[in-house]
C-alpha cells in the first residue's frame, strides 16, 4: 500500500514540474497569458502537500515480539525426580514373605513378648493380631519373613538393630542369664521396678 502511494505521489510531482515547464513555454510564447497558467500552480501544489503526511505512517512497520525468558520453568520439575529417587532406596527392604501364624496361643497362654526389648504392649497386640503369641515362633522368622513384619509395622529395621530373634531364641530355651547378660531386663523391669540393660542394650 505504501509502495502505491509513494508511486502516485511521484507521478504528482512529475505531473507539477511538466506543468509548470509548459506553463514556463506558453508565457513565452503568448506572453500575456499568465491567467492561465497561474491557477495551475495552486491546483498541483495541493496533493503534494497531503502526499507528506502519508509518509508518516512507515513508523507502524515497528515488529515487537521479543519474550522468550519463561524458560527456567523447567528447572523445579527436574527436582522432583531427584528427590524421589533420593527417597526410593529407603523403601527397599529386600525380598519379603509373611511369616504364618497361628489362630490362638498354645494351651490358652501367650509368651509374655514384652520381655524383648523393643516389644511394648502396643507392639504386642500387634503381634497377637498377626497370628504371634510365642517366642519360638519369632525365634523361626527367617530374613525373609523379618523385612515383611518390619515393613508391615513401618520399624525402618528395628527388628533387626534391636536383634529381636537373638532375644526370642534365648528365651524360647530357657536361657536367661545369657539374655541377662546380654540384654539386662529386656523391655521389663525387675523386681525393684527397674530397667537393666546388658552388653547388646548398654546405651553408649
Not at 500500500?1 to 506543468?19: P, Q, S
Not at 529386600?94 to 509374655?112: T, V
Not at 504392649?121 to 515383611?148: C, M, R, Y
Amino acid at each position: 500500500m505504501l509502495h502505491y502511494i509513494i508511486e502516485i505521489a511521484l507521478l504528482l510531482l512529475a505531473a507539477y514540474f511538466a506543468g509548470a515547464c509548459i506553463g514556463c513555454l506558453l508565457r513565452k510564447l503568448f506572453g500575456s497569458s499568465e491567467e492561465a497558467v497561474m491557477p495551475a500552480a495552486p491546483m498541483e501544489a495541493a496533493p503534494v502537500a497531503a502526499a507528506e503526511p502519508v509518509r508518516v505512517a512507515m513508523p507502524a512497520a515497528a515488529p515487537v515480539e521479543v519474550a522468550p525468558p519463561p524458560a527456567p520453568a523447567p528447572e523445579p520439575v527436574m527436582a522432583a525426580p531427584v528427590a524421589a529417587a533420593a527417597a526410593a532406596p529407603l523403601a527397599v527392604v529386600g525380598k519379603m514373605a509373611r511369616p504364618k501364624g497361628i489362630a490362638a496361643a498354645r494351651g490358652g497362654k501367650a509368651d509374655n513378648l514384652q520381655r524383648i526389648s523393643g516389644v511394648g504392649p502396643k507392639n504386642e497386640k500387634v503381634l497377637h493380631g498377626l497370628g504371634f503369641f510365642h517366642f519360638d515362633q519369632i525365634a523361626a522368622w527367617t530374613s525373609e519373613q523379618v523385612n515383611w513384619v518390619d515393613d508391615h509395622l513401618k520399624f525402618n529395621g528395628r527388628i533387626k538393630r534391636e536383634e529381636w530373634i537373638r532375644q526370642a531364641r534365648l528365651l524360647a530355651e530357657g536361657k536367661e542369664a545369657e539374655f541377662t547378660k546380654l540384654y539386662g531386663t529386656g523391655g521389663m523391669r525387675n523386681r525393684q521396678g527397674e530397667t537393666l540393660s546388658g552388653s547388646r542394650t548398654r546405651k553408649s
